[in-house]
């Protein structure tokens, strides 16, 4: 199919006037930012307890095995990151954003009743496909309404709303399951958000389509390279290797969620073996992706102002620093401090990676870019349950932690090397 082909049903009508920025939109805005918020909620709900239940309730002793869950959902995710783009552009925006919503809604019944680990790992598969889905479209539809001037500010406001959501729900599933149990208490506030998500989104939200057509007729490509008429094997191969700027914040997105994977699968374990309440194994949980999700509000119009190089790049090494603090820290204060530090370096990166795809990317393939930069870096899940769980059944969980702090400072460098920087947007 042609690029920018799209059903008749979403265009707009002649007589309707497409304005592009965040004030001039903000009521569909602020409608995004809630139901992504729902999004990062449903993702939250497993942040806390399943690491947890993979021991305490299906015995799984072998950091491997346990692992396999992040391991499913990373690769279901980053494949619907790419499907999700596409699908997106063929069909408009909100019909994936709905499809997402209707695909998770028997995840917390999976997680609650599953009798064995393969249900939990099935769940997940289902619960990436979804967040694919759901999560990828607010980013396109939120980078449609701003359009080209405030797109830091608008993915800071985006990333913190789902971060924020995951590390509201990882703190209360803690306190939940420390009450009731680790079933079924903690996913039943999972089934509500995704109730409340799809009612949203149905009801609600508008197609923002028309919005990156508007865009697409007044912009000017960064270089020759990222004009309009691109095939899909062009665009993945532009922002995969090609393109400097585009290539280097993929590898870096990969690399941000492999040190994530690894936070998300073996925190918990490692704070558990040392001792460590439920509670506080929440609160760790929890303040990680809240300083992440909240410091997003500050860094995303931050890399509007300096550029997207410098916070990528000193944000990947100050997470490998907080991964170093993790892996030589015995107490619950300094993994408090390590975990802040983890938080605030990775809030200097999440929302300025995806600025920097937008930065670049044609407007008319967009939608693509963002969904092939997401199936690289939700791929980092796969790569950091695999590499992590191998390492730490080898020679122990701060062993795993230390290589992942190596590769995440590699990935810092290569930034600095390589991405373009010269103006604000890092487009050079």
Do not use: C
């Not at 939250?44 to 015995?59: S, W």
């Not at 197609?207 to 390279?225: C, F, I, L, M, R």
């Amino acid at each position: 199919m042609a690029l920018g082909n799209t059903p008749s049903r979403q265009q707009p009508r002649t007589t309707e006037v497409i304005t592009l920025g965040l004030r001039q939109n903000l009521a569909q805005f602020m409608l995004l930012v809630a139901v992504n918020a729902l999004v990062g909620g449903t993702l939250g709900q497993e942040r806390t307890v399943l690491p947890l239940l993979a021991g305490q309730v299906f015995h799984l002793d072998e950091y491997t095995s346990a692992l396999t869950y992040i391991l499913a959902f990373g690769l279901a995710k980053a494949a619907t990151n790419y499907f999700a783009g596409t699908l997106s552009d063929r069909y408009g925006r909100k019909p994936v954003l709905v499809a997402g919503w209707l695909i998770a809604l028997p995840v917390p019944l999976l997680l609650i009743f599953g009798p064995s680990w393969g249900w939990i790992v099935a769940a997940n598969v289902v619960l990436g496909i979804s967040q694919g889905l759901t999560w990828s479209t607010t980013v396109m539809m939120k980078m449609d309404l701003v359009g080209p001037e405030r797109r830091g500010l608008a993915m800071g406001l985006n990333e913190a709303a789902g971060y924020l959501g995951v590390a509201g729900t990882a703190l209360a599933t803690g306190y939940i399951a420390s009450s009731y149990g680790l079933r079924p208490g903690p996913f039943l506030l999972g089934a509500a958000f995704i109730a409340v998500g799809l009612g949203m989104s149905v009801l609600t939200i508008g197609e923002t389509h028309h919005h990156a057509k508007a865009e697409a007729a007044a912009h000017v490509p960064v270089h020759a390279g990222s004009h309009a008429g691109l095939s899909n094997r062009e665009v993945f191969t532009l922002t995969s290797f090609r393109d400097k700027s585009l290539s280097s914040v993929s590898q870096a997105g990969m690399v941000n969620n492999l040190n994530d994977g690894l936070a998300w699968g073996l925190f918990p374990v490692l704070f558990a073996a040392a001792g460590l309440s439920i509670e506080r194994i929440g609160i760790l949980a929890a303040v990680y992706p809240a300083v992440w999700g909240a410091g997003q509000l500050i860094t995303g119009a931050l890399s509007d102002r300096i550029g997207r190089k410098p916070l990528i790049a000193g944000g990947m090494l100050v997470q490998a620093l907080a991964h170093g603090m993790v892996a030589l820290g015995n107490d619950f204060g300094t993994w408090l401090a390590a975990v802040v530090l983890l938080g605030a370096g990775t809030a200097m990166v999440y929302p300025t990676l995806l600025a920097a795809i937008g930065d670049v990317a044609h407007p008319e393939w967009r939608a693509r870019s963002v969904g092939i930069y997401r199936l690289w870096r939700d791929g980092g899940f796969a790569v950091g349950a695999l590499l992590s769980g191998i390492i730490a059944d080898a020679y122990g969980i701060p062993a795993a932690v230390a290589v992942v702090a190596g590769l995440t400072a590699l990935s810092g460098i290569i930034v600095a090397a390589r991405m373009r920087g010269s103006d604000h947007r890092g487009q050079g």
